[in-house]
């Protein structure tokens, strides 16, 4: 999940041999009419930055945040150089919080990010590998100490969790579901990314974001995962397809909702639905009522790896400043249309 590794010689050549076959384009995005004052994201390194993005610009729309493998809040400050050298390395020194700080101080009064006050308010749940060779450590306690500076009780609001023995990825707890082949070795990573940690990284982060839950039950529950076409969501950096997860008891509407973004190399283009279905959220949302959001990014040229935009891929070639870690940013703007059509109740007949 080396957010951007250059595309190998063979990657680049177009293959004539296989004659495209067309698929039928799956239903639009549901309105479900989803509860709008319980609502959480959680991301991994790309999935993780993106995350953090998403929370800080519209901290009012959300109860809380989890990050696992990714550093501070617009650590890229819109360059590649940075985003390689401080945000994922640091042979160019730790970011400076101090700057970023200032970022958000000029952000917020141009109204790109949310209220202070809002900012404030959220919970949020950290988790970093130690053996991490992707995301320095480091990174997740800047973050950390970024968010100690923001938060009202940062005691109670905020969780650091650290495995010292974990590389970079997403843990999965023993009893997972997974094929033997989806999951990757707890230090090394790699492959799909789903660390073979024996951690329930989901369990624990949607446990203290929204307080006490009850246990994935032990039958299984009835509930879908579905594609859906992201064509009414455009913006540069997205697939044609996401997915979401829909309890049966969400059905009727009134449901909370966790969106989840994938890392660089996780989408379903690259590892298929290992992900979507293999994270552990599926089972903690059944089990307490809410839906589960996925979506998904596509490779690109400027993108090889199909990352979340992170560090300013998406926005107009010519700004010397991109906005994608405000509200206007493009991939930020597609996140919440779809978060408002699931919150939206259903069109009459």
Known sequence: MRPLRALSTASLCLSLAVPAVAQPTPDALPRLSLAADDTSVIGVSSGGYMATQLAVAWPERFQGLGVLAAGPWACARGSLSLALGQCMGTHKGLPDLDILAERYRDYRERDLVGEVEALADLRVFIWQGGQDDTVAPALGQALAEQFRGWLASPEEQLSLVESEQ??????????????MQELADCRKGGGTHLLSCDRDIAGEALGWLHGELAPPETREVAGRLVAFDQADFDARGLGDSGYVYVPERCEAGGCALTVALHGCAMAAEQIGEAFVRHSGLNDWAAANERVVLYPQT?????????????????????????????????????????IERLQAAPEAP
């Open 166 to 179: 974990a590389g970079h990825g997403w843990p999965v707890a023993a009893d997972t579901q997974a094929p």
């Open 298 to 338: 596509e490779t690109s040229l400027p993108n090889p790896q199909g990352c979340w935009d992170w560090w300013g891929f998406a926005e107009s070639a010519w700004q010397l400043d991109p906005l994608h870690d405000t509200r206007r940013g493009t991939q930020t703007g597609a996140l919440m249309a779809m």
